[in-house]
């Protein structure tokens, strides 16, 4: 199993629509997760934390299942601002060894 | 609002040549990295650097690279002798906290071209 590994899409959606994207990562000993945003050619940018117990942030809702070794991140109601790529970060060392996934495209239409 | 600024945007080098990528991290920070993007693929850790050392590298972080805070602002990378594969984006991050525990700031990245 790669370090972090994600469906790289693309998803191209309607606006309005929900959308979830998945990670997986391979250490189970990782404790650290993000989801990070990546527009077309510029830098990634932090959207969220993933806690152990989920958190939402407005449209956005973050899960973790140590279970099954994955991260999810589901967008509601998505807006045309949405297009971009969502890189799921995870720390698999547990120290600053921060390993990206290869990031999954989302296209939001009219 | 404070920001990592990377210096230069696009740089075009010779193969075999040295070069010097240069980052100011945001001030109060104390974990600087450095990453890299080949164009459309993922973002790859290179190295990590905190108390003046690195704390961690990954297997792409040869001898060909060498990291350095040469003053109290600067942090910059050096590729020793480029090779055409070393043709990416280069970002360079920072952290207030750990990489584990607080969020990175990148800069909008240097983009070198290894001819």
């Known amino acids: 199993r790669k370090e972090v590994e994600q469906d790289p899409g693309p998803f191209n959606v309607p606006e309005g629509a929900t959308v979830a994207f998945n990670c997986t990562y391979s250490n189970s000993a990782s404790q650290s997760f993000f989801w990070y945003r990546q527009d077309c050619r510029k830098e990634p940018k932090l959207l969220m934390s993933v806690y152990s117990s989920g958190n939402e942030d407005g449209r956005f809702t973050a899960q973790l299942n140590r279970a099954s070794q994955y991260i999810s991140l589901l967008i509601r109601d998505s807006k045309l601002s949405d297009s971009a790529t969502y890189l799921c970060?995870?720390?698999?060392?547990?120290?600053?060894?921060?390993?990206f996934g290869a990031g999954t495209r989302l296209t939001v239409k009219p | 609002e404070p920001e990592v600024t990377q210096t230069p945007s696009h740089q075009v080098t010779q193969m075999g040549q040295e070069v010097i990528l240069r980052c100011v991290p945001i001030s109060n920070h104390l974990y600087f990295y450095w990453y890299r993007q080949i164009l459309g693929q993922k973002v790859e850790f290179l190295v990590s650097?905190?108390?003046?050392?690195?704390?961690?590298k990954s297997e792409i972080f040869d001898d060909q690279f060498s990291v350095e805070r040469p003053d109290g602002s600067n942090f910059t990378l050096k590729i020793r002798s480029t090779k055409l594969e070393d043709s990416a984006m280069y970002f360079c991050?920072?952290?207030?906290?750990?990489?584990?525990?607080?969020?990175?700031?990148f800069g909008e990245g240097s983009r070198l071209t290894v001819l």
């Open positions: 970060v995870v720390n698999v060392r547990n120290n600053n060894d921060m390993r």
């Open positions: 991050a920072s952290s207030e906290l750990s990489g584990s525990t607080g969020e990175l700031f």
């Open positions: 650097f905190y108390n003046n050392e690195i704390s961690e």
